[in-house]
């Protein structure tokens, strides 16, 4: 006996194929979105990463930023000013000068030449300051702030006030040993006077010769943060001295000069 087939049994079949044919490239197609969207991210990863190293400096681009000063010149260009604290454990050898100054020893000589040189011209060049120390430079702020509440400052205003005149304790150059104060005999009055008297004329005209710079110039307050000083002579040696001389800038500026090479 025959047994009886229904037309509906091959339609059934062709449809479960599709079924199971719609069902795999529906997996398929899931997959490879998904191994798609994987595989973006991880580029978007690896390209957020190229852009951070390549932000990030490098080791030869620092050290092409940088720059270390020669031995031989490094002490005598040590930068201090109201925004750069003489170094830790800073120490100098000191020669002792006429009348208790001192400073250090590997400028003296030039300083000699230079007072020498001014006497030879006739003149009568004084020190009248020279290396501090830390509790000097304290007791010297100290006697500023309390001039001026006495002036009427409140003790904020006079700390601000007192810092364009003498160097916070630690900002000074006379620490360093390098910076001289010094005054025309016949007046001794630190203020602008001295400029035109024939000690700081000539002083001005010929210190860089001695490697000697006036440090304070009237135009360049806002770079130095100190005040208009006629008398203050820091040594940074010859070379330095001749250029910032002829340029007519202050040390600041020839020191970010002397770094940007």
Same mark, same amino acid.
């Given at each position: 006996?025959?047994?009886?087939?229904?037309?509906?049994?091959?339609?059934?079949?062709?449809?479960?194929?599709? @079924?199971?044919?719609?069902?795999?490239?529906?997996?398929?197609?899931?997959?490879?979105?998904?191994?798609?969207?994987?595989?973006?991210?991880?580029?978007?990863?690896?390209?957020?990463?190229?852009?951070?190293?390549?932000?990030?400096? &490098?080791?030869?681009?620092?050290?092409?930023?940088?720059?270390?000063?020669?031995?031989?010149?490094?002490?005598?260009?040590?930068?201090?000013?109201?925004?750069?604290?003489?170094?830790?454990?800073?120490?100098?050898?000191?020669?002792?000068?006429?009348?208790?100054?001192?400073?250090?020893?590997?400028?003296?000589?030039?300083?000699?030449?230079?007072?020498?040189?001014?006497?030879?011209?006739?003149?009568?060049?004084?020190?009248?300051?020279?290396?501090?120390?830390?509790?000097?430079?304290?007791?010297?702020?100290?006697?500023? @702030?309390?001039?001026? &509440?006495?002036?009427?400052?409140?003790?904020?205003?006079?700390?601000?006030?007192?810092?364009?005149?003498?160097? @916070?304790?630690?900002?000074?150059?006379?620490?360093?040993?390098?910076?001289?104060?010094?005054?025309?005999?016949?007046?001794?009055?630190?203020?602008?006077?001295?400029?035109?008297?024939? @000690?700081?004329?000539?002083?001005?005209?010929?210190?860089?010769?001695?490697?000697?710079?006036?440090?304070?110039?009237?135009?360049?307050?806002?770079?130095?943060?100190?005040?208009?000083?006629?008398?203050?002579?820091?040594?940074?040696?010859?070379?330095?001295?001749?250029?910032?001389?002829?340029?007519?800038?202050?040390?600041?500026?020839?020191?970010?000069?002397?770094?940007?090479?």
């Amino acid at each position: 006996m025959k047994r009886k087939t229904s037309c509906s049994t091959p339609f059934i079949t062709m449809l479960r194929i599709m @079924v199971i044919a719609t069902f795999l490239l529906g997996a398929a197609a899931v997959f490879t979105a998904f191994s798609i969207a994987f595989s973006a991210a991880e580029i978007q990863e690896d390209d957020t990463a190229t852009d951070a190293a390549s932000k990030r400096p &490098t080791a030869s681009a620092v050290l092409e930023n940088s720059r270390v000063m020669p031995q031989e010149t490094q002490w005598n260009l040590v930068l201090v000013n109201p925004w750069n604290f003489i170094p830790e454990n800073y120490q100098i050898t000191r020669t002792e000068l006429k009348n208790g100054h001192s400073v250090d020893e590997r400028c003296y000589p030039d300083l000699q030449e230079m007072m020498d040189d001014c006497r030879k011209a006739g003149l009568s060049p004084l020190i009248c300051s020279s290396y501090r120390s830390k509790e000097e430079q304290e007791q010297l702020f100290q006697n500023q @702030v309390n001039r001026l &509440t006495d002036a009427g400052y409140s003790q904020a205003e006079a700390e601000s006030e007192a810092v364009k005149i003498v160097a @916070v304790p630690g900002t000074s150059e006379h620490q360093l040993g390098l910076a001289v104060d010094i005054v025309d005999v016949n007046n001794q009055n630190l203020n602008e006077t001295q400029e035109n008297t024939q @000690v700081q004329q000539w002083l001005m005209q010929n210190s860089w010769k001695y490697g000697f710079i006036l440090r304070y110039p009237a135009d360049k307050s806002e770079i130095t943060g100190i005040i208009y000083e006629p008398w203050h002579y820091r040594h940074i040696g010859r070379e330095a001295a001749e250029y910032i001389h002829e340029q007519g800038i202050c040390l600041e500026e020839y020191l970010e000069l002397d770094l940007s090479l």
